[in-house]
């Protein structure tokens, strides 16, 4: 292109020196066509964004993050001269198209279109625009390229995938920190838990109030420790979209796949997280998995809230209390959580961390939380090769 307009300027530079020293209708005639060339270009390019639209479709508004979509779209010539030398580009940032690129240029008849059914592979749930960004248009001797945003964009709705694990590669190192935290209590055989109101007076264990400074009441080997619980952090790291959409879609992941694997084995799982109002949403069995992804999808993390304040929330409740297992799945290992598994820990429970962040394996030092099984996962990362 600047090529095409460095030999332009420099053919009317000659037919300027031609008018000058010879004159001549020659010298004038190329003069004026030579002057009239970009002039008729940029109407050239008026009249293709005048006359030209776009429509798009996807089989369904929501979609499954990872998952293949087809995707259909139609450029349309409305206008009375054909187009040349036109490109589209596609978004890129959270969403891919198979087998088209940026650098393809359509050629349009008029009042005729080109029709494309191709794959839209979104990458992370959540709410954004996918598709054709904006258009390129060129002159039919490339002198000039205007490039203008697509004035009807599709925003999409896109679901966290669903993960289905076989195992949880953490499941013997969690029942031997388990183990460990119950030979190093003052009491081995005897457990504890916060005391929550409505607890029997007679059941108080003084000698673990008076080391914890709060009241503990003891646990029955009767006692319901069944379920598991799965813990997520409400808050959102940051405010742009590149930073935050890849941890969200794992940590989002994760929780569906942790609450699966449990509830296929007729273990019953409580999520504690704020959906709906509330803080604990338990799933006994497959019938109500349905109706939790569905809840799950549609949460809106919050740079306003206070990871502290929600997991004082879930002690102060104590239901998390009742859990043989509680896995804590977070973008920050941080006092508020390191408290957190240390208060579930000391009651007997076997507690596992996993941290979702955007930094590569061996790039970042998780610390250590004693007693804990902590997890680094990268937003990347395949969960059935690290959970």
């Keep these: 292109m600047r090529r095409n307009r460095i030999i ?46 776009i429509y798009q479709k996807l089989d369904g508004r929501h ?17 009375f001269i054909p187009f ?41 749930r959540g709410e954004y625009e996918v598709g054709i960004k904006k258009i390129v248009v060129q002159d039919y001797l490339r002198l000039f390229s205007v490039s203008y945003r697509n004035r009807e964009p599709m925003r999409v709705t896109v679901r966290p995938d669903i993960i289905t694990l076989n195992a949880l590669h953490t499941d013997d190192r969690v029942l031997s920190n388990t183990k460990d935290a119950r030979i190093n209590m003052t009491e081995p055989d005897v457990l504890s838990r916060e005391y929550v109101p409505g607890d029997e007076v007679r ?51 994760a929780v569906i796949a942790l609450v699966l694997f449990y509830v296929g084995q007729n273990t019953p799982a409580s999520f504690y997280g704020k959906l709906g109002g509330a803080n604990e949403h338990e799933v006994s069995d ?23 304040e929600f997991y004082e929330e879930i002690l102060h409740g104590g239901s998390v209390f009742d859990k043989k297992e509680v896995f804590l799945v977070t973008h920050t290992l941080g006092e508020a959580e390191t408290r957190l598994s240390d208060e579930l820990i000391k009651t007997g429970r076997a507690v596992t961390i996993y941290v ?5 394996a061996g790039t970042v030092q998780i610390p250590d939380v004693r007693g804990c ?10 969960l059935t090769e690290v959970m």
């Design 8 to 53: 332009l300027l420099i053919l009317w530079i000659a037919s300027v020196v031609a008018i000058s020293f010879y004159g001549g209708p020659v010298s004038y005639g190329l003069f004026i066509t030579l002057t009239a060339i970009p002039v008729v270009s940029l109407v050239y390019i008026v009249f293709v964004i005048l006359g030209f639209r």
């Design 203 to 253: 059941r108080i264990h003084w000698r673990s109030t008076a080391a914890m400074g709060k009241l503990m009441t003891r646990e029955s080997i009767g006692e319901r420790q069944q379920g598991i619980g799965v813990i997520m952090s409400p808050n959102r790291i940051s405010s742009h979209e590149e930073d935050y959409l890849p941890v969200e879609n794992k940590m989002l992941e």
């Design 356 to 360: 979702i962040t955007k930094q590569e």
């Design 373 to 382: 099984n902590t997890v680094f996962v990268p937003s990347d990362a395949l």
């Design 286 to 308: 497959m019938r109500r998995f349905d109706d939790f992804y569905a809840m799950v999808s549609d949460h809106m993390f919050d740079e306003r809230s206070d990871s502290g």
């Design 63 to 79: 979609l499954i993050s990872g998952r293949t979509s087809d995707f259909y779209f139609t450029l349309q010539n409305e206008s």
């Design 84 to 124: 040349a030398g036109i490109r589209v580009v596609f978004y890129s940032s959270f969403s891919s198209i198979s087998g088209l690129d940026d650098s393809t240029e359509y050629e349009i008849t008029p009042h005729n279109g080109i029709k494309k059914q191709t794959n839209l592979i979104c990458r992370y």
